[in-house]
């Protein structure tokens, strides 16, 4: 190998010269990236956390979200030995806590897909700070919900019964008509593409964590980077392949949800009979994943010291995702109201009388406050700037869009057409260690994920730095 | 094939891209470039072909599409009919979800793949490379030393003009892809 030759810079003339530093004032002066980073800054400061170990609040929130998960494990172990009559479910609500769980983690899911797919797709730069923890909550969030559906089989060791496998029964195939298995194939193939998408967006990070390893590490991440060495080429067909993974993943933010929403629309129970749930469980998923999105962003821009990449712009642009999303799930509200009297259908009016003044009432009106009211003060810059009360704002969104799916499942099952067939529905300590198991397994697993991997994409902030994505800029900062 | 190449280093992106359309013009061939992000123009400035990864993605997706179709009408209709509500065997109507997922599902699983394999990307893969920091904050151009076209140390001063930190000579077993 001949030695390296350092070289003393050419002086300016021989540079060729810059294009001039343009004189129109942009709309936006702020740059995206604070702290005037460069892009070795950018990559000591993302692999930090993972290099340095963790803190003692990391231990400490482990602690706690393992304790939960364990919590959770306990309660499905109990329930899978003894039966689904651990449950509060009845013959007339046949599905609560479960369904209203899953639906919920579902949609959580969505927002990391949009900020991936769709923010990529419309080249909105501010999407590069959250995206990589966007896609890890969304995958984190449909394993949760993929888990709910199948504790609910009672026996989960069948749970392959839903593939069209060649079976000893005929072969008897799956029914193709029905939602339900619509819902395998939609989020299977959700989570497929979300973890492959993922992955591939992973695979420089990961080179760049080898490069800097020594030892066992550097095996590891060596063999996960897959021998990837930034050759143009490469990056050619990397960015092409990007693209089309998020033109892919597009439809399936529309569809994951619509499907769903067709489990309860093809059905004819009052309150769920609607052609308006599929755009109006897409939108909803969008808004509690936004809301779920800002939550783990605000805590992780903290805890991770953050605060130069996750900036008060990117707060702020989720923020008016917030209250736009909002506020056509408060139309969607108001159309059901309006559909409901519009109908003539006196059972549609009795269910949505019954949803706000019934026994339940006190539930949809939880549901109004925390996703109609609430969002609507992010209105304010001053509110929007105020990062403690965006926080407990996410918070409140999370709270009410749970609220939304029990509403909708529990709420409506509880009083159907026959009155001799109305019920109540009291969730069991078995249904709520569950749920606090699956909050557990989540941030368990978003938490080795901070741990382990590159929280930010690094490559792709590297191409929004003024440097790199301003050409003018570099011969000012020279 | 050993060969000789030029290995170049440089601090951004720009200078990168301009030095390797200088190289061009005269006549070298640049047998890549290691950046430590995807650099503006410079699939341009090395006059690498268009990607066919849409292709392999479209096709991805007709296969599925076909296939998500073809086995639901089969196994609804064919191989065991069953009356489900009085509905047609062959519902096609209530098989576009299905279709739809299985379309999306080989479209996305076939365009990795082909990234993954065209690119060799596989695991236990020995990375081709000439600098550590080209995953960090380093650009490398990669030029191939051919004789008569540009003496060495005429190379070494276009590159060097260019803004280059460092330049060197080194054996290279990597193919050059055209």
């Not at chain 1, 609220?403 to 409506?412: D, H, K, L, T, Y």
Request: aromatic share 12%; net charge positive; charged share 15%.
């Amino acid at each position: 190998m001949v030695p390296e030759l350092a070289v003393p810079r050419p002086s300016a003339s021989q540079v060729p010269p810059m294009p001039p530093v343009p004189t129109v004032p942009t709309v936006d002066h702020e740059p995206l990236i604070g702290g005037g980073k460069t892009i070795a800054q950018v990559t000591r400061d993302v692999c930090a956390p993972i290099e340095r170990g963790p803190t003692r609040l990391w231990y400490g929130a482990f602690a706690a979200s393992s304790s939960a998960l364990l919590l959770g494990v306990l309660c499905v172990a109990y329930q899978i030995a003894t039966g689904i009559g651990t449950w509060g479910l009845n013959r007339t609500v046949g599905w609560a806590f479960d369904i209203t769980n899953f639906v919920f983690w579902v949609g959580i899911g969505h927002a990391g897909t949009l900020i991936s797919a769709v923010l990529l797709l419309l080249r909105q730069k501010w999407r590069t700070s959250i995206n990589r923890s966007a896609e890890a909550m969304t995958i984190f969030a449909v394993i949760c919900a993929g888990l709910f559906p199948v504790i609910h089989m009672g026996r989960p060791w069948l749970a392959f019964w839903v593939f069209p496998y060649p079976n000893a029964r005929g072969s008897l195939w799956v029914n193709f008509r029905s939602p339900l298995l619509w819902d395998v194939f939609a989020i299977g193939t959700y989570f497929t593409i979300s973890l492959v998408f993922w992955y591939v967006g992973l695979i420089p990070d990961l080179a760049t964590l080898r490069d800097r390893a020594a030892g066992l590490r550097r095996r590891v991440f060596g063999l996960l980077s897959l021998g990837w060495n930034g050759s143009a080429r490469t990056w050619a067909r990397h960015e092409v392949a990007c693209v089309l993974l998020a033109a892919l993943a597009t439809p399936l933010v529309v569809s994951v949800h619509s499907v769903v929403s067709t489990d309860f629309a093809t059905s004819v129970v009052p309150g769920w009979h609607a052609t308006i749930f599929p755009p109006y469980f897409v939108i909803g998923a969008i808004f509690s994943g936004f809301a779920m999105v800002l939550t783990l962003m605000l805590i992780a821009r903290k805890v991770m010291r953050f605060e130069h990449y996750i900036t008060a712009k990117h707060v702020g642009a989720m923020c008016r995702v917030l209250v736009f999303t909002g506020s056509i799930v408060g139309l969607a509200y108001l159309t059901e109201l309006f559909t409901a009297w519009y109908s003539g259908n006196p059972y549609e009016r009795f269910t949505f009388l019954n949803r706000a003044f019934g026994p339940m009432g006190w539930a949809y009106w939880v549901m109004v406050g925390c996703n109609v009211v609430a969002p609507q003060l992010l209105w304010f810059r001053r509110v929007r700037g105020d990062l403690r009360l965006v926080f407990l704002l996410s918070l409140v969104v999370n709270v009410g869009m749970w609220f939304e799916r029990f509403v909708i499942i529990a709420g409506s099952l509880e009083r159907d057409y026959l009155p001799s067939a109305w019920s109540g529905y009291r969730p069991t300590l078995v249904e709520v260690g569950t749920l606090v198991g699956s909050f557990g397994l989540f941030l368990s697993a978003f938490l080795l994920f901070c741990r382990w991997l590159p929280m930010l994409a690094i490559f792709e902030l590297k191409g929004v730095l003024p440097t790199t994505s301003q050409p003018w800029r570099h011969g000012a900062q020279a | 094939m050993s060969r000789r190449v030029h290995v170049a280093t440089f601090d951004n992106g720009h200078e990168l891209v301009a030095a390797a359309r200088a190289c061009r013009r005269r006549g070298l061939q640049i047998a890549d470039a290691h950046t430590p992000h995807p650099v503006h123009g410079l699939e341009e400035a090395l006059g690498l072909p268009r990607s066919r990864l849409p292709i392999v993605c479209f096709v991805g997706g007709f296969v599925g599409l076909t296939l998500g179709l073809a086995f639901q009408h089969w196994a609804s209709a064919v191989d065991w009919p069953l009356n489900v509500g009085g509905k047609p065997f062959s519902s096609w109507p209530a098989f576009l979800p299905v279709a739809f997922e299985m379309t999306v599902l080989v479209a996305g699983l076939a365009t990795a793949a082909a990234l993954l394999l065209r690119s060799r990307l596989l695991p236990g893969t020995t990375p081709s490379s000439f600098e550590p920091r080209a995953t960090d904050d380093r650009y490398v151009l990669i030029v191939q030393e051919r004789d008569a076209t540009l003496a060495a140390g005429e190379l070494r001063a276009l590159l060097l003009a260019h803004g280059a930190l460092a330049c060197r000579e080194e054996l290279s077993a990597e193919e050059v892809a055209t």
